[in-house]
């Protein structure tokens, strides 16, 4: 594809894309290159995928990895059990190997007739040697489908997006390949336009306590998980359909310190507990 008709990801309506990820986003794309994304679990490195195939037009290929996953699932699984029950049955579509065949995420991107997103999601839930396994394909567009003796190549490079929580490191034969970013966890001015996006019509008193509530609860020395982006919207989204007057939402009283509805930004019995413990050591210092 020719540099001047490269589209440039400038981030959607609904997507609150800072200057430096769009500026990511487009270095890959100019690239060719996979762009691996980093960042706290729920600041919307899934979503980036979604938007990006939706603010260029191009279908979107997701494919999720879990503990389980084996990188030739990517590329296409035989269905030897299958075949071999056919065979016993007698049925007639046992004599070609290619209906049992089935095609992989990475194998139907390659397919499409225009250039498509592929989303790789949490490549780091999978085993250290998955990566590795899928250097090959992603350098060179290909892989071969020993079954039916056919090689398989792109018809168009794939803009891939490669998501990680940082759950293992990855390998530098890997991270060679790839162009990186860190999906900084938002400012305050950043997360009034990302929760602008999702409730334009939220009165901007109930938004300044609940996100100085919010950050306060992220800033305690001790969570084992802080509230990320995706929990304070759900929150937002309680408060509003429960209909809390902001006031409620003040930390200054002390038998206030736990937040209201905090089940939707505390995710454990650890961090409960911790800040049942604040509530008390402020009653006894009052």
């Given at each position: 594809?020719?540099?001047?008709?490269?589209?440039?990801?400038?981030?959607?309506?609904?997507?609150?894309?800072?200057?430096?990820?769009?500026?990511?986003?487009?270095?890959?794309?100019?690239?060719?290159?996979?762009?691996?994304?980093?960042?706290?679990?729920?600041?919307?490195?899934?979503?980036?995928?979604?938007?990006?195939?939706?603010?260029?037009?191009?279908?979107?290929?997701?494919?999720?990895?879990?503990s389980t996953s084996?990188?030739?699932?990517?590329?296409?699984?035989?269905?030897?059990?299958?075949?071999?029950?056919?065979?016993?049955?007698?049925?007639?579509?046992?004599?070609?190997?290619?209906?049992?065949?089935?095609?992989?995420?990475?194998?139907?991107?390659?397919?499409?007739?225009?250039?498509?997103?592929?989303?790789?999601?949490?490549?780091?839930?999978?085993?250290?040697?998955?990566?590795?396994?899928?250097?090959?394909?992603?350098?060179?567009?290909?892989?071969?489908?020993?079954?039916?003796?056919?090689?398989?190549?792109?018809?168009?490079?794939?803009?891939?997006?490669?998501?990680?929580?940082?759950?293992?490191?990855?390998?530098?034969?890997f991270l060679r390949?790839?162009?990186?970013?860190?999906?900084?966890?938002?400012?305050?001015?950043?997360?009034?336009?990302?929760?602008?996006?999702?409730?334009?019509?939220?009165?901007?008193?109930?938004?300044?306590?609940?996100?100085?509530?919010?950050?306060?609860?992220?800033?305690?020395?001790?969570?084992?998980?802080?509230?990320?982006?995706?929990?304070?919207?759900d929150w937002i989204?309680?408060?509003?359909?429960?209909?809390?007057?902001?006031?409620?939402?003040?930390?200054?009283?002390?038998?206030?310190?736990?937040?209201?509805?905090?089940?939707?930004?505390?995710?454990?019995?650890?961090?409960?507990?911790?800040?049942?413990?604040?509530?008390?050591?402020?009653?006894?210092?009052?």
């Amino acid at each position: 594809m020719p540099m001047n008709d490269i589209q440039r990801f400038k981030g959607t309506d609904r997507y609150v894309a800072t200057d430096d990820l769009m500026m990511a986003v487009n270095a890959a794309i100019t690239l060719g290159r996979p762009l691996l994304i980093k960042g706290e679990p729920g600041t919307g490195k899934t979503q980036l995928a979604q938007e990006i195939a939706r603010s260029l037009n191009r279908p979107l290929y997701e494919w999720h990895i879990k503990s389980t996953s084996k990188a030739q699932q990517g590329l296409y699984e035989y269905d030897a059990v299958s075949r071999l029950r056919d065979s016993q049955l007698g049925e007639e579509r046992v004599h070609d190997i290619r209906n049992y065949i089935i095609k992989g995420r990475l194998w139907e991107a390659f397919e499409s007739p225009v250039q498509p997103v592929l989303l790789i999601d949490e490549i780091d839930k999978a085993d250290i040697e998955f990566p590795n396994d899928l250097l090959r394909e992603l350098d060179r567009m290909e892989f071969y489908v020993h079954e039916t003796r056919e090689l398989v190549q792109a018809r168009h490079r794939p803009i891939i997006l490669i998501t990680s929580n940082n759950e293992k490191e990855l390998p530098d034969a890997f991270l060679r390949r790839c162009f990186f970013h860190y999906i900084r966890f938002p400012d305050e001015p950043t997360m009034r336009a990302i929760v602008a996006v999702h409730y334009p019509q939220l009165k901007k008193e109930l938004l300044a306590e609940a996100l100085a509530a919010f950050f306060e609860v992220r800033a305690t020395p001790g969570l084992k998980k802080k509230p990320s982006t995706s929990e304070l919207l759900d929150w937002i989204k309680l408060l509003v359909a429960e209909d809390i007057a902001p006031e409620a939402l003040r930390s200054g009283d002390a038998r206030k310190v736990i937040p209201i509805l905090h089940g939707a930004l505390l995710k454990n019995e650890q961090d409960v507990h911790l800040f049942e413990q604040l509530v008390f050591m402020h009653r006894r210092a009052r």
